[in-house]
């Protein structure tokens, strides 16, 4: 406005004396006092005292709003009194030059809004095409037809219900049919948002940041969407710590239910949650279908919704409490009774071709007819109705073709072994005889030691960080995970060697239910003892920090009050690398679900007493500075009464 004032007063300048020429200098008097007004009144605000400037916040938008359209009709005004001046084709050359300073202005609002939209936390790796999920397997051509045809029906009917619940047994793969669904509503345009929760995965196995990882793939598609969620944002900046009510609230239902249909799809998009049992808290699980229920209020865009889960107690009751005229259920192992047996053959069939085409590099080249009907026929009976037993067996058979197809076909006659117990306990059984009759016990207490913590890890260590955080040496711990490619992914390096500096994680949440499964105990060697492997992975955590993963100023930044962003990401990671990292997140949480109580002078205590605020610090740092209070009623809760370690906490 001043530069457009600027070019008012170099038009008057020119003009002779008339009423015409008093009456346009009056016009640029009344808007020249209004810019000065608003620029007193700014300058008034600004010599206040912080917190009173806060109180009078002068950028709000409706401020603005009311000054820019005094503004307007002041220009009007004086763009009226030119022109009868007989110098309005002199003044709109002039003001062509200022049409830059819009396009600046524009760019400056858009600057803004992807700042405001880089306050969503996202949570890495939860996308169906992320770089964890993306190279997992979809769905072969010739399987699954019926129900992804049904899938399909159910997104073409614009009268059908918002919400399609998938709902099946672990291991039938409910996460293949999700990501299948996704890739082709993502191919289709519809696809709006997806999240796949995965149990063990910081982030993804919680419902903290689920409503925030839509919300920004929702923004990345629509530009009308992000300038809703962006105004939300910059209204509450820490909307993503907030509850999940009121996430769901300010990120998606407010954004959705007031923008402009103008522009978004008539065909509507979809949301394609996976695994929601997955994540931890039952309340949260609860609480999220309570949230989605409320899809039927947003009328600007058709919005539906793909979910998948076991079919757990919270879950259950979450749909349950839902008008059944919103939701449409579908049991997986009904939806696939009949073509079960077909789709794990043509599975089996294609890992089969996939075996003998690698055999050709190799020196056992393997006949075109292998490994035969008899032995398809036998495995895929022995499968029914996993689809994780068919993916872990292929795997295992993959290592050693002709000798481990025998070994299963073999186990295959042993009837006891079905479920969970039939897919991992031969696999596992197998690599404990291949080591020497005195080593076999030695290998199984390691087996517990090192796996055991990788399916409780709260989120996934590389070799190299899980051997610093037991203590052990790091060969220790590729002797005992190089045998069980079949059941954890494990990084290879270009060498062949495990890959110490990537993260080993889980095929299959499967096989941490075998390995932790009560029922299990009697039948199973390898059987883990979970209370007592979080006790073990909580100690070792404290001993970490303790033995100088923690001190003051670790980032070594000298001068206080530096701010977090101000410092590299390479320096703080240099500071805290993987394992104390780790050590200083979870903690707590493996304490907690150890279900032992804590004691004046124990381990935890003289560590709080030594090193809670280099703790914190360490937690700031890391971005996870909102989870000391959470983590210090965490402990409170496992403490035994006492007044000493009450006043610490």
């Not at 359209?69 to 009194?81: H, P, T, Y």
């Not at 995965?201 to 969620?229: E, M, V, Y």
């Amino acid at each position: 406005m001043s530069n457009r004032l600027k070019v008012y007063l170099a038009i008057y300048a020119g003009l002779s004396p008339s009423l015409a020429a008093d009456n346009f200098r009056k016009a640029l008097v009344s808007l020249n006092a209004h810019i000065l007004g608003f620029l007193a009144h700014a300058i008034r605000i600004q010599r206040k005292r912080s917190a009173a400037r806060v109180v009078q916040a002068l950028w709000d938008s409706e401020d603005l709003t009311q000054f820019e359209e005094r503004c307007d009709i002041l220009c009007v005004r004086a763009s009226e009194e030119a022109r009868i001046c007989d110098c309005r084709e002199n003044l709109d050359a002039h003001l062509r030059s200022l049409e830059e300073i819009h396009k600046v202005r524009t760019g400056v609002e858009k600057l803004q809004e992807r700042v405001d939209l880089g306050k969503l936390e996202k949570a890495e790796g939860a996308t169906y095409d992320s770089w964890t999920e993306g190279e997992l397997s979809r769905c072969l051509p010739d399987t699954r037809t019926d129900l992804l045809e049904q899938i399909a029906g159910w997104t073409a009917d614009q009268a059908s219900k918002r919400i399609f619940w998938l709902c099946g047994k672990a291991g039938t793969g409910k996460s293949t049919i999700a990501r299948t669904v996704a890739q082709k509503l993502d191919d289709d345009k519809l696809l709006g948002a997806s999240f796949f929760f995965k149990r063990g995965r910081a982030g993804r196995s919680h419902a903290k940041l689920l409503f925030p990882t839509i919300a920004w793939q929702l923004a990345d598609l629509f530009p009308a969407i992000a300038s809703a969620i962006a105004t939300s944002l910059d209204r509450d900046s820490l909307l993503c710590d907030k509850h999940l009510s009121t996430q769901f609230e300010h990120l998606l239902l407010q954004p959705l239910r007031n923008v402009d249909p103008v522009g978004l799809p008539s065909a509507g998009v979809v949301l394609v949650i996976d695994a929601l049992d997955e994540c931890e808290n039952s309340e949260s699980i609860k609480t999220t279908l309570l949230l989605l229920s409320k899809v039927e209020e947003i009328t600007s865009i058709r919005l539906r919704i793909f979910v998948t889960s076991r079919p757990e107690l919270p879950v259950e009751l979450g749909f349950k409490d839902m008008s059944g005229d919103l939701h449409h259920d579908v049991r997986l192992e009904v939806a696939q009774e009949i073509s079960i047996e077909h789709d794990i053959r043509v599975f089996y069939e294609h890992q089969f071709s996939e075996i003998r085409k690698s055999s050709l590099l190799q020196d056992d080249e393997l006949p075109a007819e292998w490994p035969g009907e008899q032995s398809t026929r036998a495995l895929v009976v022995q499968a029914m109705p996993l689809f994780i037993f068919a993916f872990t067996v292929s795997r295992y058979i993959s290592a050693n073709p002709r000798r481990n197809l025998a070994t299963m076909l073999l186990q295959s006659r042993d009837k006891s072994l079905t479920g969970l117990k039939g897919t991992y306990l031969p696999i596992l059984d197998q690599v404990v005889a291949s080591e020497g009759d005195g080593e076999q016990k030695d290998w199984i207490l390691d087996f517990k030691a090192v796996v055991g913590s990788i399916v409780l890890l709260y989120d996934p260590l590389s070799a190299s960080a899980l051997a610093r955080l037991l203590e052990v040496e790091v060969g220790d711990v590729g002797r005992v995970l190089r045998p069980l490619h079949s059941v954890l992914n494990i990084p290879r390096a270009s060498d062949g060697n495990i890959d110490r500096m990537t993260p080993i994680t889980l095929f299959h949440l499967s096989f941490r239910d075998f390995l932790l499964d009560p029922e299990l105990k009697s039948q199973n060697v390898f059987w883990v003892q979970a209370d007592e492997t979080h006790r073990t992975l909580g100690m070792h955590c404290i001993r970490l920090l303790e033995s100088g993963g923690l001190k003051e100023d670790i980032c070594g930044v000298l001068r206080l009050g530096t701010r977090r962003a101000d410092v590299a990401k390479s320096s703080v990671h240099s500071s805290l690398p993987e394992d104390v990292a780790y050590a200083c997140c979870y903690w707590v949480q493996h304490i907690l679900m150890s279900n032992s109580q804590l004691d004046d002078e124990g381990a935890a205590h003289q560590f709080l007493q030594k090193h809670l605020l280099h703790w914190m610090e360490a937690l700031s740092w890391l971005g996870k500075a909102s989870d000391v209070i959470h983590n210090l009623e965490i402990l409170k809760s496992t403490v035994a009464v006492s007044h000493t370690f009450d006043v610490c906490l």
